[in-house]
């Protein structure tokens, strides 16, 4: 790769590092800059997935109040979304040759709706202030969490809203706990999945070294800009931004 190249990584790492820590949708740049340096749809996916890692590690790390107390929690779902994230990389290998290419699009576009549309979804299926989940809804939830492992461990934009918003949801947790343990959640997932395409997929690591550097300053930094931006425009932002890029990927698919 020439330095121009490793600079468009980094920066691109950079911008997925504060898009996934403000909002959930790293791949949002991760990924086209993959693209943009030659590395054809499902080695960027699979090099996309092991840098974003770096961001996986620091969230984890920065959510060790939050997630003081919840162990137990942790230690039931996590083989749920082992799983996922194993399963999700195993479809990956399985895709046939062209076939990512033409599914991401769509997986991007149903990624930026979910965000556009998450205070609606939470308001719609969230159980009443002050309401215990029932058990019925907690095992629904714990189903869909693995389906999100799936998605996670196959491609992933977005998977952390989804599994925040599924908390929320099956789980008596604040705001800051269910972050915290999503962040650990999705990054059991993710990391199954990294882990697979480390030793058996295609990963260019030329490239997953710059995005990784970019991804752990953006990921930094995220929280503290996110403090000075209403959170409706960001997600807005994205969001659209994400359509825009589905379209894009469309037409250069189809």
């Known amino acids: 790769m020439s330095v121009g190249d490793l600079l468009l990584l980094l920066v691109a790492g950079f911008g997925a590092g504060l898009s996934g820590s403000m909002a959930g949708l790293a791949s949002l740049f991760s990924y086209p800059a993959l693209l943009a340096v030659g590395l054809p749809p499902t080695t960027a996916n699979m090099t996309n997935t092991v ?21 137990h929690r942790v230690r039931t779902m996590a083989p749920i979304v082992v799983g996922g994230g194993a399963v999700g990389a195993g479809l990956l290998f399985l895709t046939p040759p062209g076939g990512f290419e033409k599914v991401v699009p769509f997986l991007v576009a149903g990624a930026s709706a979910v965000l556009l549309l998450q205070p609606w ?81 295609d990963v260019r690591w030329v490239a997953v070294a710059p995005m990784a550097i970019g991804v752990l300053a953006g990921s930094w930094v995220g929280p503290a800009l996110a403090r000075r931006i209403p959170t409706t425009l960001l997600r807005t932002g994205i969001g659209l931004a994400g359509i825009g890029l589905a379209i894009t990927l469309a037409i250069d698919a189809f």
């Not at 058990?135 to 999100?148: P, T, W």
């Open 121 to 201: 979804i939470s308001a719609a299926v969230a159980p009443e202030a002050g309401a215990e989940p029932s058990r019925r809804s907690r095992v629904l939830v714990l189903a869909a969490i693995g389906l999100v492992g799936v998605y996670a461990g196959y491609f992933g934009a977005a998977a952390g809203v989804l599994i925040l918003t599924l908390l929320l949801i099956g789980l008596p947790l604040s705001l800051l706990q269910a972050n915290g343990l999503k962040n650990a959640l999705l990054g059991l997932s993710n990391g199954t999945a990294a882990i697979a395409f480390a030793f058996l997929g």
């Open 51 to 71: 840098a974003l890692m770096a961001a996986t590690i620091g969230s984890v790390a920065g959510s060790r109040p939050e997630l003081a107390g919840q162990g």
